[in-house]
């Protein structure tokens, strides 16, 4: 009877959700750009990946994205058919590279909600489904307090970090998906940052947010040590790697080298070296980016789908030059594509052949304060030539520059940035697949690459 | 007889031509006031690292047709100093006295008084000659010049090179040497050779014993900019590159001679930059520009507060893409900048004392040259008190120095 009369509203409510989002368009042309766009789900709220999460099955067929409820569902790009995958809140993690399976965290029964970032407090467990069959197998159960961002590149280590000897401060948390900022959560995926300035005016957003940053990495730095620590994923053996009085985040494994990780010291961006790797067994601690000048920044990294580089967005200083930078793994040379400051990107990405990059674009308050910013844009890298094919003598050790040639693809005029549309390739090269609010309700998007021809 | 009265004619038609050129205007654009110093046609103020300005500060020197004049900055009133062909090399940090070379020796000539002695002769080593500099005390001359003991070492140049004048003399690896010359002794001094292009030579505006040069050439392939002590030890880089297409030139002292600045773009034609770096300390202030704003030469007020430039024509970096092609629309300011430091918001120096320091110009136009031909370079400075951009230009069709009042009508 209880349940009967709770399930009544929630199904008036469904379909309701429904008919709002059969009003909605699924198919246009940006007038702006000539591109298609295709909206490719159809509850509202529902969400693609962080942009450095795989998210697309090992044949490149199917998209997994979260749904409105808390769960995951794929769609497959060719047919736009929207499969429910698993049900319930789980905090999703990433299709794994070598299975295609899809790997989550589920909360033991009375648990936190693993979907809205909680921290587990009384146990979890690391699940995942086949994508093709929908069988689900437990993988390895985490105890209380432990929470994994990552997967490795096959699949048998799981990735995460964890406060020494208790509780962290309240601010950071490591939530599932691997540092999206503070307690991922609330209506942006992010915490609706506010602040009052010196002046007694509100702040906007981004220096709220920058504040808030500020205060969680000095709390951080006075506190308790983060360990960076794996788990075996067949084994569920804990291993502690690393550890540090720094605000440990963004936990990504390598997509080829199952024993090269990447992690990031969070905070405001200017106050850290942001950008390390280690491997798995916690030797070769490597800086990949020292800053040579006062507020320059660096961030937002992520691996080449090869293995081969690291990106990431670089700022020299902040809000004055834009670079995506690029660091070759194996060699350490480096190369850098200027961007103009409206083509700068809150998250960029790279195609899986590298010869193609997209960005999200950004609003005029974030770092860029870029005036006309508010796009998806396709960038076709060009080296600077050496002029005449004279190099310098220490050519080789010097960093290749480079620029983007920007295409636009779709207008975010109405996109409310405080939710990042987070951009990613199709493997087949043919769509920039993103997130947005644009329509009201979020949904998820593809943009055809090729320009239409009507 | 004919041909007589045809140059007459031709030179009565140059002077009314001449008297119908304004003196003084407000510039309809920047609303700053423009004034013509010189009255004489191909009269030029000079390079913007050479002092120009005697010693109170009152005069300017400027060459003409005729040799050396001087400008009096309140008066305008114009006084011929030096009559006859000379090279001019620069005015005197302690006496205000004009320098310059002719037939082979160094002249010195009072800009008062005109009263002119002979500083020293152009030593036999230095063959014809070359760059000369006086030293921030005038005690001493430092010179540059082919070494006459010296093998050259030519440098091959790059396949599918360009070719021109810069790579053909960068290609040369001609011997060079950089002497000194006691003025009272008379006594010189070989400090240093090299078989790199030593170009650009200059002296501290107040250390007797620093000098500062470059190895000319096409700029992405040197490193360009040097210090060496006048006894030949001491020599230090000033800038290093990190990126391919790097580039770092045009580099002057401030006027109290702690500071050098350069023009710097990382990489070229992309992103531009006045750079200082601080010679007791080591430490750098980059001031970060807007293409446009870019100059092909800067310059500093004497009390190191504000900056100026003379923006860039249509074939400079400013106006080309990174791969080198020309931008539309252009990317280049026909413009005399003015240009006002700022620091960027924030720290993240912690305990990382040897950051660059980092801050921007806030750029006030002064002086629009959209029909100023920079095969000839402005050449920016500021007058002592500060209160004038002084520069040469042909916007008006002849060569003339002209002064832009820093304080808005």
């Not at chain 2, 001019?88 to 070379?101: E, F, N, P, R």
């Not at chain 2, 004392?353 to 629009?368: H, S």
């Amino acid at each position: 009877m209880c349940s009967h009369r709770l399930t009544l509203p929630l199904m008036a409510a469904l379909g309701c959700a429904i008919c709002a989002a059969a009003d909605l368009p699924t198919e246009w042309i940006d007038a702006a750009t000539g591109h298609r766009v295709i909206r490719l789900s159809r509850e509202d709220g529902t969400q693609s990946l962080y942009f450095n999460q795989n998210a697309y099955t090992a044949d490149g067929k199917k998209l997994i994205v979260t749904t409105a409820d808390g769960g995951i569902a794929t769609i497959t790009l060719a047919t736009r058919e929207v499969k429910p995958l698993v049900a319930g809140r789980v905090g999703v993690l990433v299709a794994g590279r070598k299975t295609g399976d899809v790997y989550y965290i589920k909360r033991l029964p009375g648990g936190p909600d693993m979907a809205a970032g909680g921290r587990n407090t009384s146990g979890a467990t690391v699940c995942a489904t086949n994508v093709d069959t929908g069988i689900t197998r437990e993988v390895v159960k985490l105890p209380p307090g432990r929470n994994v961002s990552s997967l490795n590149a096959d699949e048998t280590l799981l990735l995460g970090t964890y406060v020494e000897g208790g509780a962290p401060p309240p601010g950071p948390g490591a939530g599932p998906g691997g540092g999206r900022g503070p307690g991922a959560g609330g209506r942006f995926g992010q915490p609706n940052y506010e602040a009052v300035g010196a002046d007694g005016k509100p702040m906007t957003f981004a220096d709220a947010k920058d504040l808030r940053l500020h205060n969680s990495l000095m709390a951080t730095r006075a506190g308790a040590p983060r360990v960076l620590f794996t788990v075996n994923a067949k084994t569920g053996e804990l291993k502690d790697i690393f550890r540090e009085h720094e605000w440990l985040g963004h936990l990504q494994f390598s997509p080829t080298d199952p024993n090269l990780i990447m992690f990031c010291h969070e905070g405001t961006w200017h106050e850290v070296d942001r950008v390390w790797t280690i491997h798995a067994d916690g030797t070769g601690l490597t800086k990949i980016h020292t800053r040579t000048m006062n507020m320059e920044i660096a961030g937002h990294e992520f691996f080449s789908p090869d293995g081969a580089m690291i990106w990431y967005d670089l700022q020299t200083p902040r809000g004055q030059d834009f670079w995506l930078g690029g660091y070759q793994v194996a060699t350490g040379k480096r190369t850098w594509y200027h961007l103009q400051r409206n083509e700068w990107s809150v998250h960029f990405n790279v195609s899986n052949d590298g010869t193609l990059f997209a960005g999200d674009g950004g609003d005029s308050e974030m770092a860029a304060r870029a005036p006309d910013g508010k796009w998806i844009y396709l960038f076709r890298p060009e080296r600077v030539p050496d002029v005449a094919g004279v190099k310098a003598a220490n050519s080789s050790s010097l960093i290749d520059t480079g620029f983007f040639q920007a295409e636009r693809l779709v207008n975010m005029g109405k996109h409310d940035y405080r939710l990042e549309p987070n951009v990613t390739f199709s493997p087949d090269m043919k769509w920039v697949v993103f997130r947005s609010n644009m329509l009201g309700p979020v949904h998820v998007y593809a943009v055809e690459i090729a320009k239409s021809a009507n | 007889m004919r041909n007589l009265i045809i140059l007459s004619l031709a030179a009565v038609r140059m002077v009314s031509a001449q008297t119908a050129l304004p003196t003084e205007w407000i510039d309809p654009d920047t609303g700053h006031r423009v004034i013509r110093l010189s009255k004489e046609p191909g009269t030029a103020s000079l390079y913007f690292h050479q002092n120009a300005y005697s010693a109170d500060g009152k005069k300017l020197v400027v060459t003409n047709p005729h040799g050396i004049a001087t400008i009096n900055l309140a008066t305008r009133e114009i006084d011929q100093v030096v009559e006859g062909r000379v090279s001019i090399l620069v005015t005197g940090h302690k006496t205000g006295q004009v320098y310059y070379t002719k037939q082979g020796a160094i002249f010195a000539t009072d800009l008062d008084t005109h009263a002119t002695r002979e500083v020293a002769k152009i030593p036999a080593q230095a063959g014809r000659g070359g760059a000369i500099a006086v030293n921030a005390d005038e005690t001493m001359l430092v010179g540059i010049a082919a070494d006459p003991d010296g093998k050259a070492a030519p440098r091959t140049p790059p396949p599918g090179g360009g070719g021109g004048r810069l790579e053909a003399n960068w290609a040369a690896g001609t011997p060079k040497m950089l002497y000194t010359i006691d003025i009272k002794t008379g006594t010189f001094h070989k400090i240093y050779t090299e078989n790199d292009w030593t170009n650009h030579l200059q002296m501290s505006p107040t250390d007797p014993h620093l000098i500062m040069f470059c190895h000319e050439g096409p700029w992405h392939f040197n490193d360009r900019v040097w210090t060496i002590r006048t006894d030949g030890t001491g020599l230090r880089l000033m800038h290093e590159r990190t990126m391919n297409m790097e580039i770092a030139g045009h580099e002057f002292f401030s006027a109290d001679g702690k500071t050098v600045w350069y023009d710097l773009q990382t990489p070229r034609s992309t992103v531009f930059w006045v750079a200082g770096v601080d010679l007791a300390t080591g430490h750098r202030t980059w001031y970060h520009l807007e293409r446009n704003e870019w100059s092909v030469h800067y310059n500093v007020s004497t009390d190191g507060t504000l900056f100026a430039g003379d923006g860039g024509g249509p074939s400079s970096v400013a106006a080309h893409s990174p791969d080198g092609k020309t931008l539309n629309p252009p990317g280049n300011g026909q413009w005399i900048y003015l240009f006002r430091p700022a620091m960027v918001q924030g720290s993240s120096f912690r305990d990382k004392k040897d950051l660059i320091d980092i801050g921007y110009f806030q750029a006030e136009r002064l002086v629009n040259l959209a029909k100023h031909n920079y095969s000839l370079e402005p050449n920016v400075t500021f007058s002592p008190d500060m209160k004038w951009v002084v520069f040469r230009s042909n916007m008006l069709g002849p060569t003339h120095v002209f002064a832009v009042e820093i304080a808005r009508q």
